[in-house]
């Protein structure tokens, strides 16, 4: 008497791989932009945290406080460190470093619209700064036409985030 078979032939095997291979395809690069996306918005939401913790300490130390793009040149996009003014005039002689941001990494890029390399508030919590404000548009130079962040601080000083169309 013979015994059944137990296992998978080469044709149910082939079928399995072929499947496989066909998931892969499609699922694959849904991944690699929902990685993109996870990364552009882990970028802005540190930038919006920084603008919001030196605002806080800003008001709380009732001191200037600055948030100065990182690197030589000055690039946004190397990072940046918060820094609180040890004097009382806002002279900005002497900081003292509270946080320091590392670089975006990647295919990131980050600029400020006015080429400005620093972000000073006053001890009342606003921009120390003759403009209405400042924005900073976060991009992918990997996907271009593709959504990006744009971080907007007002004149009071309040950072807010939109998304808009990089090119």
Wanted: neutral net charge; aromatic residues 6%; charged residues 20%.
């Amino acid at each position: 008497m013979r015994q059944p078979a137990h296992g998978f032939t080469l044709i149910e095997l082939m079928v399995a791989l072929a499947v496989l291979a066909i998931l892969l395809a499609w699922g694959v690069p849904a991944f690699r932009e929902m990685l993109s996306n996870n990364r552009m918005a882990e970028a802005a939401n540190r930038l919006v945290a920084s603008l919001h913790y030196a605002r806080t300490e800003a008001l709380r130390r009732n001191r200037c406080v600055q948030v100065r793009a990182a690197g030589s040149p000055a690039q946004w996009s190397q990072g940046w460190t918060v820094e609180a003014d040890q004097s009382l005039d806002c002279s900005g002689a002497s900081y003292q470093i509270l946080r320091a941001e590392p670089g975006l990494g990647g295919s990131l890029t980050l600029n400020e619209s006015g080429g400005a390399t620093s972000l000073v508030y006053r001890g009342d919590g606003t921009l120390d700064s003759p403009t209405a404000g400042v924005s900073f548009d976060l991009c992918d130079g990997d996907r271009t036409g593709e959504k990006g962040r744009r971080i907007t601080v007002n004149a009071a000083g309040r950072p807010s985030l939109s998304e808009i169309t990089c090119s």
